[in-house]
């Protein structure tokens, strides 16, 4: 009797809960019964031992997104999410900008620090800030966005991959959430300057550019408020300011809709 109420009181319950909005740079958590199996367009999500689960939709996602689960006893269960899509600030510039031949200096140290954010990325941890509301990492004025992109002349640049907040150098930067440091740079990349990387587990990381200072080494465990360096201009930076930027898998997130509105 009592086995029967509990399976009709989990059949009156949704077996997939959704909380927050899916979107082109949005991420959102979720819950399904302990041990359910669940892929995202075909790719497999980790489900946590709760049923707590992350999944994001990439800059350029969309229209839709097919959510699958198979529940413990095998049925299956589909939720098509519609992705909807942002206004990204687009600049078009008339003409082509004047493009500088990549030094042999800068040929020969990239190859190498590409391969240190690709190990770093690769590194799984069991950190737990995925599940937190994440926080600023340093307050101040945004000087450039998520998604924003230039078209010179009709051809698209690169979009920018994360957040700016200028602020002046030596101004410390905190943890957005609780995690374990997967990269700290030892010496200055040529574009990201002093790098620093954090992951948040479930495939979700963050990485700050352009730092003066990192205070915390690989492998460290840091939480959420917890300062981990400081504010610079190292690397391709015109003046001092942090670049947030964040990723889950391969999909590049928007760090504005995790942390929310910046605090005045
Ligand atoms: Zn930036």
Known sequence: MIALAAALLLAAQPAITLDGTPGQGAAMTGRVPPG???????QPVAVAPDGAFLIAFDRDAGPAA???ATLPDGRPLVRTLAIAPRAWRIERLPTLPRVSQPSAEFQRRRAPELAQIAAARDKASDAQGWRQRFVWPASGRISGLFGSQRIYAG???AY????DVARPTGTPVAAPADGVVIL???TPFTLEGNLLMIDHGMGLN????HLSRIDVKPGDRV???????AIGATGRATGPHLHWGMKW???RIDPLLLAGAMPQ
């Open 36 to 42: 359910t199996t669940l892929t995202l367009n075909g």
């Open 223 to 229: 939480a959420q408020g917890q300062v981990v360096g």
């Open 206 to 209: 963050s990485a700050f550019l």
């Open 66 to 68: 097919t959510l699958l």
């Open 160 to 163: 920018h991959s994360g957040v």
């Open 155 to 157: 051809e698209p640049g």
């Open 184 to 186: 700290a740079a030892s």
């Open 249 to 251: 898998h391969d999909a």
